[in-house]
């Protein structure tokens, strides 16, 4: 076990002080596999800025922890979705970080924004309205961003419209822009696609002569360094997570998770494995619960089909995951190694986050921002 070098504030560590925390499951951070994988990025467009994206709590990782981590590494660009993960990263952030809102301002968070240091960026004409609105009011020229939609039709300002408000001026003159952005839709391929949004995020770049330029995520890493530009908005590059088929990269993992067995128990042939009966006993076997279930986040579909790993060795989980629980076949392991309060490994060298994702096809970053509160968050220095 690697050094401990602190925990996350978590409700649930009050357990731990009365020594109950064997009945609970532990996500373990990794901080060292956290600065490798930044430091791959920031090689990877070494003529860029390589901002962090935190939003969800850090990929579910803890960004009161890994935030100021990352701002300690010299990071200075930090990305959330909105006011409320804003205001808590500030808290925990050196004043000079910046923190950029993705959602933009919803109307009536302004004030906060302004008052917490957090740059809006804007995507539409209704929100840049309502923020220049907001600067007469203040009587300042409060700098923001703009988000351009190039071709993901999910967030920003359609391009023709962009067109319009910059040769309007409509007040766009007034506003410090320090930041023009567009997000990739197909960032793992350097395909037609890419090349269009390049293209376009290029040729409208020009209007906005003082903002720094982002276009790219972690996988647009890999697309070639004409899609770096000033700053890379990197969230699983940096948490471990593959983003690219490239064999280049091979991310140091950052996310483990392990729980532990309750109890063992031997089962005989014609006998029956959890709710509904789903998994039929044919042999004599040994069975182990642990304490981890969907509640805290663990895919419901690796039930009578997903693995862990108990002292280095594969088991098979069968029956259905329920709330709180799994049962794992142990019957090929020695009873010594089954006893109660054993490790279990969920996400492990032997099993990567990717590769349990992958088996609840799921995403690795779907898997983690769903790991649930009561999952304790461990924060170690290999
Ligand atoms: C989430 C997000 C990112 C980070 O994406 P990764 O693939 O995790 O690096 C970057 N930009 C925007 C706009 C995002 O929403």
Known sequence: MPDTIGIEANPYHKLADVGCETSRSTMIVDLSAIEANYRKCQALAPHSACGAVVKADAYGLGAARVAPFLAYLGCAHFFVTDVAEGIALRDVLPSSAKIYMLHGAMPGTELAAEQHNL?????S??????WLRHCRLRNRAL?????????????????DELHTIAENKGGLSELPVVLFMSQLACAEWRNEISLQQLNRFRRLSHLFPNASLSLSNSAGLFAGCEFHF????SGGGIFGFSTADDPDFKPAQVVRLRTQIIQCRKLEHGEAIGYL??????????????????ADGFPRTLGNRGHVFICGSRAPIVGFVSMDLITIDVTNLPESWTLPGTV???ICPEQTVGDLASAAKMLSDELTTGIGQRCRRLYVSS
Do not use: W
């Open 277 to 294: 009966r789903s998994y039929t006993v044919k042999k004599r076997m040994r069975v182990a619960t642990a304490a981890i279930g969907y």
């Open 230 to 233: 000033d700053l890379i908005r």
């Open 143 to 159: 700098p923001a961003g703009i988000h351009v939609d190039t071709g993901l039709s999910r967030l920003g300002f359609p391009i």
């Open 344 to 346: 279990v490994d969920l």
């Open 119 to 123: 740059l809006p960026i804007l995507n």
């Open 125 to 130: 004409r209704e929100q840049l309205e309502a």
